[in-house]
């Protein structure tokens, strides 16, 4: 597979995120930009794409038009921790992402048991609770139409960590987790994006 993983509007440790994705067995990615993805000419040849971006403004309607032409192409589309919280004015990303309710604060280094509530999903599949350390945010729960796969019970994070979804003909795996370099190295944590990952794009 070859992805796109889109950044920009945050810190994020570098080195260590791109090793989270040359971990990943078939899949050859491209970390850019946002506004470098805009311009890529061969943006339409991945089969699929990362949002790991934060960015707070509203996209202009070319950036608008390459996001959303993903979703028209049915490639995989997969919203990475702070990805969940760009665009906050921009309605169809919510509906993307399927969540509503913006972030109301967030906590740091959160050592969390993370229960997997759905062991026979492809991303999930055969996999335990395990425990990691992450950021977390306080968000309301994803749309009815979401298929939970992770949550956690704790006062300081959303209760829903990961779920899949369809927009437009595009697979949607939204995931709260992956902050910085613990979370990357939780073994169950790059399971779960590779899977992700693979899943959304069709595989």
């Not at 990357?184 to 069709?202: C, D, H, M, N, V």
Request: with cysteine.
């Amino acid at each position: 597979m070859r992805i796109a993983v889109v950044t920009g509007g945050h810190w994020f440790p570098e080195q260590e995120f791109d090793a989270l994705f040359l971990g990943m067995t078939g899949i050859q990615f491209v970390r850019e930009e946002l506004a470098d993805f805009v311009a890529d000419d061969e943006r339409d040849a991945y089969d699929a794409v990362v949002f790991y971006n934060y960015h707070q403004e509203t996209p202009d309607e070319e950036t608008r038009e390459a996001v959303l032409r993903i979703a028209e192409d049915g490639r995989g589309i997969v919203v990475l921790h702070h990805g969940l919280l760009a665009f906050p004015e921009w309605d169809v990303w919510r509906r993307v992402c399927g969540i509503d309710i913006y972030s109301a604060g967030h906590a740091n280094d959160v050592d969390l048991l993370v229960h997997v509530d759905d062991s026979t999903h492809p991303i999930t599949a055969g996999m335990a609770d395990f425990k990691m350390v992450d950021e977390t945010y306080l968000m309301g729960d994803p749309d009815d139409d979401c298929h939970v796969l992770l949550s956690v019970d704790h006062p300081d994070s959303m209760s829903r960590l990961a779920w899949a979804r369809t927009y437009g003909d595009s697979r949607v795996f939204c995931i709260q987790c992956g902050h910085d370099g613990k979370a990357y190295a939780t073994p169950e944590f790059q399971e779960i994006l590779a899977r992700g990952i693979r899943w959304s794009g069709g595989a």
